[in-house]
């Protein structure tokens, strides 16, 4: 079955960086819309970024300049660097694979099936 697990997450000070992995199995990587969701404490989980299998990338304003996603395919891996961190970028963070290629990328929950446990990612400020 689809499995994706996320590591990585951690605290760090604003300004920071951290790197998300996401390592996937179950699936024939590179073959399905990919991304990456957040939700902090009281707030709905928000598509921040996504990569189709060309690796055509989409980025919610919020995290425009300072995320990057991208993905390798040999690793069955997605991942998702995070510079200039903010205080306001600490939530729960959520690996996702859609159950195909069409439509991407593609920030809408509805989009994806399948979901990781996600990693928490703490800023301090």
């Known amino acids: 079955q689809v499995q994706l697990v996320e590591s990585g997450g951690g605290s760090v000070q604003a300004g920071g960086s951290l790197r998300l992995s996401c390592a996937a199995s179950?699936?024939?990587?590179?073959?399905?819309?990919m991304g990456w969701f957040r939700q902090a404490p009281g707030k709905e989980r928000e598509g921040i970024a996504s990569?189709?299998?060309?690796?055509?990338?989409s980025y919610t304003n919020s995290v425009k300049g300072r995320f990057t996603i991208s993905q390798d395919n040999a690793k069955n891996t997605l991942y998702l660097q995070m510079n200039s961190l903010k205080p306001e970028d600490t939530a729960m963070y959520y690996c996702?694979?859609?159950?195909?290629?069409?439509?991407?990328?593609?920030?809408?929950?509805?989009?994806?099936?399948?979901w990781g446990q996600g990693t928490q990612v703490t800023v301090s400020a």
């Open positions: 990569i189709n299998i060309d690796s055509i990338t």
């Open positions: 996702a694979a859609a159950s195909g290629r069409w439509l991407c990328p593609a920030l809408g929950i509805s989009r994806y099936a399948y």
């Open positions: 179950g699936f024939t990587y590179g073959a399905r819309c």
